[in-house]
């Protein structure tokens, strides 16, 4: 028996959408038949080759500015006449290498912004379009920083316990007409971690090791011995958006791999 998500027709918004896990949810929506409006900075061979496939449209923005979310919600409401699905993936992560005392208040900002104030408001130039629509979600990605606070990401780690903890809020406020739901993952096989100028990059370079070892030992915490991939992220995402989760409202999901050891 296949499980039907029944997805097609709905309009799904993507923030972050052109590499990573962003990518990934937007590839896993446009396969379950959604219409998908994808923003971020560039579109990209992937992204473009979803374009022309059919079902997705790229819509080229900085979140991280005051008017990039609404103007990325204002393309979905144009094309397509408003919003099913919102998913809230647009984050980024400085590795703060040399202690609280040195992060500058720009630095501050530049992580509260892209993770934090960006999902705000995005959701609230979204939400008038997905109130009359029935089975409207919001799902956001945090991260398991969010309750696993480390110095090294001290300022991400921040913002993304804010983000949870703002979802939470709007899973009362919006009660039964919009579902909000917060994923936190921990290391993910994108570019955040393995990227030129990723986290392991960043982290061996100031501790002259070899970003190999640096992801070897992140993997070695896990349960698993392995990072979580982007796909088995987008997984939950279909899932959550489904009506098959239609009374999972406020809850929040790891996804980790068992790094997190505590209930
Ligand atoms: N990877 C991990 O280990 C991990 C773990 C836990 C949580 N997360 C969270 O998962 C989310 C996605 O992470 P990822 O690993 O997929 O990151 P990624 O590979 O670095 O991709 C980030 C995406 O966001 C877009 N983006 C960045 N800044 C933007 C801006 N100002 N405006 C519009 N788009 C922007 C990028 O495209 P452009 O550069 O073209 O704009 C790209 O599509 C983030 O919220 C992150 O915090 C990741």
Redesign the pocket.
Same mark, same amino acid.
Do not use: C, E, M
């Given at each position: 028996m296949t499980l039907d998500l029944a997805l097609e027709g709905r309009v799904a918004v993507v923030? *972050? !959408?052109? /590499? *990573?896990? @962003? +990518?990934a949810i937007t590839r896993a929506l446009a396969a379950q038949g959604a219409s998908v409006v994808a @923003? !971020?900075?560039?579109? =990209?061979d992937d992204l473009d080759a979803l374009r022309d496939e059919g079902r997705v449209h790229p819509v080229a #923005? $900085? +979140?991280?500015?005051p008017d990039?979310p609404s103007e990325l919600i204002a393309a979905a409401t144009e094309l397509h006449g408003g919003v099913d699905i919102l998913v809230?993936?647009? *984050?980024? #992560?400085r590795p703060r290498l040399s202690g609280f005392a040195a992060i500058t208040d720009d630095e501050w900002a530049w992580a509260l912004n892209?993770?934090f104030l960006?999902a705000v408001r995005t959701m609230r130039a979204a939400i008038p379009a997905m109130a009359e629509r029935t089975g409207a979600s919001i799902t956001t990605? %945090?991260?398991?920083?969010a309750f696993l606070p480390d110095p090294g990401v001290i300022d991400?780690g921040a913002a /993304?316990g804010a983000l949870t903890n703002l979802c939470k809020s709007l899973s009362k406020e919006l009660g039964p007409s919009i579902r909000v739901n917060t994923i %936190?993952? =921990?290391?993910?096989?994108? $570019? +955040?971690?393995l =990227?030129d100028a @990723? #986290?392991a990059a960043t982290v061996g370079t100031a501790n002259g090791i070899d970003p190999g070892e640096v992801v070897r030992q992140q993997q070695a915490a896990a349960a698993t011995g392995r990072?979580?991939r !982007?796909e088995e992220?987008a997984d939950l995402v279909i899932f959550l958006a489904s009506d098959r989760a239609g009374n999972i409202t406020g809850s929040d999901f790891v996804i980790d791999g068992g790094l997190v050891t505590t209930l």
């Open positions: 923030t *972050g !959408a052109s /590499k *990573g896990i @962003g +990518l @923003g !971020a900075r560039h579109s =990209g #923005v $900085d +979140l991280s500015t990039g809230n993936n647009v *984050g980024g #992560v892209i993770n960006a990605i %945090s991260s398991v920083n991400y /993304k %936190s993952p =921990g290391p993910v096989q994108t $570019d +955040l971690w =990227g @990723g #986290v990072f979580t !982007a992220i």
